[in-house]
């Protein structure tokens, strides 16, 4: 019997190694040409690029659309994409764009500034995603289509960062649009999982929660940078966990990953054939205290915390793969200055402070709320737990997951007194970073805050409506100051971009404003022997 | 018989809307607002609202709850908040993976875990049963995600041998939607290529989730059978002189089937819900992984429609192993 049984394991055994030792590809090989594969955790529910713009959507909506202008490069330089060339007014309300005359979308329509302001109308009455950027200063009459390849914005308002937020709203087709809309939903359904767009690739296989595909156009209107190396198309797969990205990425099943761990990139650098790129960010790490509610409402207890944090540790956390914040305003961003005295570890100070407090001898607990699966801002909450044992308060660490941390933190009776958050500037404009002290932002996730100095907020308001950029740049500077003489936030650091990939894959250009994970597709290629 | 049938059947209808109840509520009563999440991090107040009305959800909770169990009622699940799809049809995109995948788990648990369990009985206390032992209680106790990541990174990364990841390579088309299950629709189609990539994919996803239910299976089945190989008739087979093979293999082991039968419909089940760890680590797109993507936005409608179709699975499972034991044991019937 033992016999028998053993016999049929080694025939069932045989059948099964037919289906396997079959070798990795090193990248993906089509009738078409070389197809790269990147692996990335985020799935893209929504395409529709003026609903949904969180960092894998707006890689492939960069991919299949084009924008007036587009952002490239490090430090990111607005370059003219859709718009050839463009001139506002001397009050700064009115901006007009020449359009590229041989744009054309994928369907071989040629794009038109009718095209232009349909897609900013459209944007804006669906009052989602990309809208909150330009709605309070743009209305929908106020784009008009001068001629076929001029449009023309006139602002409420003036508004300096205007042109800073145009390479994320994306053109779209009106007549493809247009034929499928049902019910007036302005084509929603449809651009869910389609595309009417002019960008370099176009739609491919789309099959959710698995993959994600889009394909070269041969004629892109604006040719191809790596010209007959272009790729005959990129597959975004999902791969989820950390472990399965780098298993992949060695195996040869992806080309490019985007989400190892900060030792995964330290253990597979060393891996023959693979590239680390390594990047200073625009995203900052900050732990945020609530100034209105609790404890911490305390500013000299702010402060105590602030200068009992350990920053080297922060650090040290990222493998070096970090640096410490100068300012509220990322290094990469115009208008920042290195803010003197901002806070770094000097308990001397931080026991004056808490001296100086409502509490002289600590003896209070504090929570620490941090994003249910982020190991790096985990560790940061040990450090502080550690660190403000000095000061005999103790931390609570909580992890949390995303949506309750959002929910939590909108009203300030419910915000923790300290969370960690992440915060990515949209734009390359102070605004973008400014405005989340501004009082009008309470109730968004990087506002926890409930900051309130209504001198910032002036200053703020004053700074997005100059046309002068030497006005602008003193206001943010005073801004800066204030901001970090209140401490509505240890400031941390900025985590550094990373992604690992084949070294066959060429072209890889970083771009601080684009979101983490976010690659532009449009350079890459693939050198095969 | 018959009574007996639509006594369960009955009681399926009720249990089905009692699981829909209390899913409602406590996704509804969880912290967290979807709408908010939905409308992006930098949406203003009426960006949220609009999402909110689009979606029903600034209408009031009792009103909500009336309008999805009247949806319910005709199958229609509601809509997903993010992804904008009808949670039905998105579930008839995923449920086949999962589906394919705990089918093939199963038949893994019973091929592997009733032999060994009758090997291990008939050589009690010896090397074989010591080992199946070990095999077991590991199966039981190892982390489903410890043990993924494990195999991944020995059979795909170390050996080379089979995939990281997903159901088919990249660039494979999947066959024409017959079944869902791409090991049914390649044969159908005559794809023997893609049936062999969809095997070499799902051959470490479905030994990780069979694990456990191969364990309890073995072990299960090998309690029975030293029960069985003990009682008289076996004994009395044994005197009349008929093999040492026909007495373990068809006397005992039939009568030795009856609890692991039982073992076999509640792991059904139990695979069912615990798929999501294996679909996660192996990126399988199957209903678990979209119930913890739809868990972690607090899309709630999705992760109810997922929890009412493993809910009725995992009856439908129970109930055919109630009707095979009423029809193998009469007796069972008026019970």
Redesign the interface.
């Known amino acids: 019997?033992?016999k028998?049984?053993i016999l049929g394991a080694v025939a069932?055994g045989l059948f099964?190694s037919?289906?396997?030792?079959?070798?990795?590809a090193a990248f993906?090989?089509?009738d078409a040409g070389n197809?790269i594969?990147f692996g990335g955790r985020q799935?893209i529910?929504?395409l529709d690029p003026h609903i949904?713009?969180?960092w894998s959507t707006r890689m492939i909506q960069q991919a299949v659309y084009d924008g007036l202008l587009k952002y490239e490069g490090d430090p990111a330089v607005l370059k003219p994409w859709l718009a050839e060339k463009w001139e506002t007014s001397a009050d700064g309300k009115t901006w007009t764009f020449h359009l590229a005359q041989n744009a054309k979308f994928h369907n071989g329509d040629p794009v038109t500034a009718e095209a232009v302001r349909y897609s900013f109308e459209r944007g804006l009455k669906?009052?989602?995603?990309v809208?909150?950027?330009l709605?309070d200063f743009l209305a929908p009459e106020g784009i008009v289509a001068v001629d076929a390849h001029t449009v023309r914005f006139d602002l409420k308002a003036p508004y300096a960062a205007f042109l800073s937020f145009l390479p994320w709203w994306y053109v779209v087709n009106p007549l493809e649009v247009k034929a499928h809309e049902v019910d007036g939903d302005y084509g929603?359904?449809w651009l869910?999982d389609h595309a009417a767009g002019s960008g370099p690739f176009k739609l491919g296989r789309w099959?959710?929660?698995?993959?994600y595909e889009v394909e070269s156009v041969a004629d892109y209107w604006k040719g191809w940078p790596q010209g007959k190396n272009r790729p005959a198309g990129v597959?975004y797969?999902?791969?989820?966990?950390p472990?399965?990205q780098k298993?992949?990425l060695?195996?040869g099943?992806a080309d490019i990953v985007e989400g190892l761990t900060s030792d995964d990139y330290v253990s597979i650098a060393k891996a023959p054939g693979v590239v680390i790129q390594d990047h200073k960010g625009m995203t900052t790490f900050g732990i945020k205290f609530n100034t209105q509610v609790g404890p911490t409402a305390d500013i000299n207890l702010r402060k105590a915390i602030a200068y009992a944090l350990d920053y080297d540790a922060l650090i040290k956390i990222y493998n070096g793969a970090a640096s410490l914040e100068t300012s509220p305003i990322p290094d990469a961003m115009r208008g920042h200055i290195d803010v003197p005295g901002i806070p770094r570890q000097d308990l001397a100070k931080a026991k004056e402070f808490l001296a100086k407090s409502a509490y002289p001898n600590g003896g209070i607990t504090l929570p620490y709320v941090h994003v249910a699966g982020l190991e790096e801002a985990r560790r940061i909450g040990l450090v502080l737990l550690d660190n403000l044992k000095a000061l005999n308060i103790t931390v609570e660490v909580k992890p949390e997951?995303?949506?309750?941390m959002?929910?939590?933190g909108?009203k300030m009776e419910t915000s923790p007194a300290m969370t960690s958050v992440y915060t990515t500037p949209?734009s390359t404009d102070p605004d973008a970073v400014a405005y989340q002290y501004h009082k009008n932002s309470w109730?968004?996730?990087?506002a926890m805050a409930f900051y309130d100095n209504p001198k910032v907020s002036e200053m703020i308001d004053k700074a997005r409506g100059s046309t002068s950029w030497d006005e602008r740049a003193g206001l943010y500077a005073e801004i800066q100051k204030q901001i970090v003489a209140d401490q509505p936030e240890a400031f941390g650091m900025l985590q550094n971009r990373k992604w690992a990939h084949r070294d066959y894959l060429q072209g890889f250009n970083f771009s601080p404003v684009r979101f983490t994970g976010e690659v532009d597709l449009y350079p890459l290629w693939i050198k095969a022997e | 018989m018959l009574t007996f049938t639509l006594r369960k059947l009955l009681a399926l209808i009720g249990t089905m809307l009692g699981i829909a109840v209390l899913t409602f509520v406590i996704t509804n009563i969880a912290p967290g607002d979807p709408a908010r999440l939905v409308a992006g991090p930098n949406a203003t107040a009426d960006m949220v609202e609009t999402i909110r009305k689009e979606s029903g959800l600034d209408k009031p909770l009792v009103e909500q709850f009336a309008i999805y169990m009247g949806d319910l009622v005709t199958g229609d699940l509601g809509t997903s908040i993010v992804t904008t799809r009808p949670v039905i049809d998105e579930l008839k995109r995923y449920a086949p993976a999962t589906l394919e995948l705990v089918f093939v788990a199963l038949f893994l648990g019973v091929v592997v875990g009733v032999p060994l369990g009758m090997l291990s009985a008939v050589y009690k206390d010896g090397p074989i049963d010591h080992v199946t032992r070990i095999f077991s209680i590991s199966g039981v106790a190892l982390p489903a995600f410890w043990f993924g990541i494990l195999m991944q990174l020995y059979f795909s990364v170390d050996l080379g041998w089979l995939p990281v990841s997903g159901r088919l390579p990249l660039v494979t088309r999947p066959p024409d939607f017959i079944t869902g299950f791409l090991l049914i629709d390649s044969l159908i189609a005559g794809k023997f290529v893609t049936f062999q990539a969809s095997l070499s994919h799902i051959i470490l996803p479905a030994i990780v989730l069979s694990f456990p239910c191969l364990a309890s299976i073995l072990r299960v089945n090998r309690a029975e059978m030293i029960e069985v190989l003990q009682s008289d008739y076996i004994i009395a087979a044994r005197a009349h002189g008929i093999s040492a093979w026909r007495v373990v293999a068809i006397y005992a082991l039939k009568n030795a089937l009856l609890p692991t039968l039982a073992m076999i419909g509640l792991r059904f089940g139990w695979m069912l819900g615990s798929t999501v760890l294996v679909e996660t680590v192996f990126d399988w797109p199957g209903v678990g992984l979209y119930a913890v993507s739809s868990a972690l936005a607090s899309d709630f409608k999705p992760v109810i429609g997922v929890t009412l179709l493993i809910g009725f699975f995992f009856i439908i499972s129970n109930t055919l192993v109630d009707l095979a034991y009423a029809w193998i044991d009469p007796r069972l019937r008026s019970a």
């Open positions: 019997m033992l028998k049984f069932a099964a037919s289906a396997i030792m079959s070798p990795a993906e090989r089509t197809v594969v799935a529910p929504v949904r713009y969180d669906l009052n989602k995603g809208a909150w950027m709605k929603q359904k869910t099959e959710p929660n698995v993959l597959i797969k999902m791969i989820r966990e472990s399965a298993a992949s060695l195996r099943e997951q995303w949506p309750n959002v929910a939590a909108s949209i109730g968004q996730y990087y």
